[in-house]
């Protein structure tokens, strides 16, 4: 630093007798240089004492950073079990919500997809059950009254293809007579 000083008394000297603007740029890189000259040598000196220096102070961070983790593990040791249990705690209230929360949006799903069902003409659940028993008792009812005709016959599958629609407008009439059939049978028959 003190040759910077020098040259600023040197370059103040000269200033008084009005240099060129050559001059003046010459006296600026040169002035420049040496301010660069000095960084360098003090970062050139910074490098050797953090060289001589560095060992002892990395063994004495090094000694610290021990320290601390030996404290810290002590007083983490003391809290943990507390900890747990407030974040087992925490976790089963969560657990809950979630459990809660999802219940009610499977709740929600099912309500809206069963009006869709509704709105699109889609038997439920009941008119399923309904319908089975129907056909249940119509079963019964034909095994009744005509043995085993309710089974069709594996020799003969064109010819049901070609009775098919006969076969359906006899179930239509089965199906509209049988509620009258079954009273007529009830009053007939003492057991029922």
Not at 49 to 76: C, D, H, P
């Amino acid at each position: 630093m003190a040759t910077f000083k020098k040259t600023a008394k040197k370059s103040s000297a000269k200033s008084r007798a009005k240099p060129t603007p050559q001059q003046q740029a010459e006296q600026f890189t040169k002035t420049i240089s040496e301010s660069a000259q000095q960084v360098w040598l003090a970062g050139v000196g910074a490098f050797s004492r953090a060289q001589t220096e560095g060992n002892k102070l990395f063994e004495n961070l090094v000694k610290e950073g021990l320290n601390l983790e030996q404290t810290a593990r002590r007083f983490a040791g003391g809290q943990a079990e507390a900890v747990r249990g407030v974040v087992e705690s925490k976790v089963d209230q969560a657990r809950e919500r979630a459990v809660d929360t999802w219940d009610r949006l499977e709740k929600v799903f099912e309500d809206r997809v069963q009006r869709a069902l509704v709105k699109l003409g889609v038997p439920g659940r009941d008119d399923l059950a309904d319908l089975s028993r129907q056909v249940d008792a119509l079963t019964k009812e034909l095994r009744r009254q005509g043995g085993n005709a309710a089974a069709p016959r594996a020799s003969a599958p064109r010819t049901a293809a070609r009775k098919a629609p006969a076969a359906r407008k006899a179930a239509a009439r089965t199906t509209a007579t049988a509620p009258a059939r079954k009273k007529a049978s009830r009053a007939k028959s003492p057991t029922a």
